[in-house]
């Protein structure tokens, strides 16, 4: 039996010391603690050659997660190590990418009867964010100092053209939903003050 062997993990040289028992020197794999934890542990440092071979994968048509898989590594940790191999840029654009979508296509898209929170799930961004760019895009709408503004048309049904309802009348007490008409309700609340 050699009293030398290579790391698992970082293939630094063990050497045996004097007090360790054949039993141990059998089962010792690794030079210290370190390297015991990253090769045990399921995400452990990603080489070059792995990212590399991450991204033929991709770039030859297989998805991400296929790739990953196949690799055997995570996918978010295949593409970390990509980007800190410098083999990737650090942003990837996809097909609904946030910033390919412009503040004026969120605007239609929300005038089309979209509410924020299906713009932000088409689009794999935050309702805040979503919100952000609408009111973005309708600021930009706004004319210039010299140019004519558009006149705005107020529905008629909000515009208040008729006073407040009198007592009694059908349309105010009966949008309350009590059941019992409006004099009758005076008559058995009468006795009651103001405390």
Not at 170 to 195: C, H
């Amino acid at each position: 039996m050699s009293d030398t062997k290579p790391c698992a993990y970082c293939g630094a040289l063990i050497m045996r010391e004097d007090h360790i028992t054949k039993w141990s020197w059998q089962k010792r794999r690794f030079c210290r603690a370190f390297c015991a934890a990253q090769e045990t542990s399921g995400d452990r440092m990603v080489t070059k050659d792995e990212a590399e071979r991450f991204l033929v994968l991709v770039n030859k048509g297989a998805s991400q997660t296929a790739a990953a898989k196949e690799i055997g590594r995570k996918q978010s940790s295949l593409l970390n190590a990509a980007i800190k191999h410098g083999l990737l840029n650090a942003r990837i654009p996809a097909a609904n990418d946030p910033c390919s979508t412009s503040p004026e296509e969120m605007l239609a898209l929300f005038r089309n009867g979209l509410s924020y929170s299906e713009i932000a799930a088409r689009c794999g961004i935050s309702v805040k964010a979503v919100s952000a760019k609408v009111n973005r895009a309708k600021k930009r709408e706004v004319p210039a100092p010299g140019q004519p503004r558009l006149p705005v048309e107020v529905p008629a049904s909000t515009l208040n053209t008729r006073g407040p309802e009198s007592a009694g009348s059908d349309v105010s007490w009966g949008a309350l939903g009590l059941g019992i008409p409006y004099f009758e309700a005076l008559k058995l609340t009468q006795n009651m003050r103001a405390l």
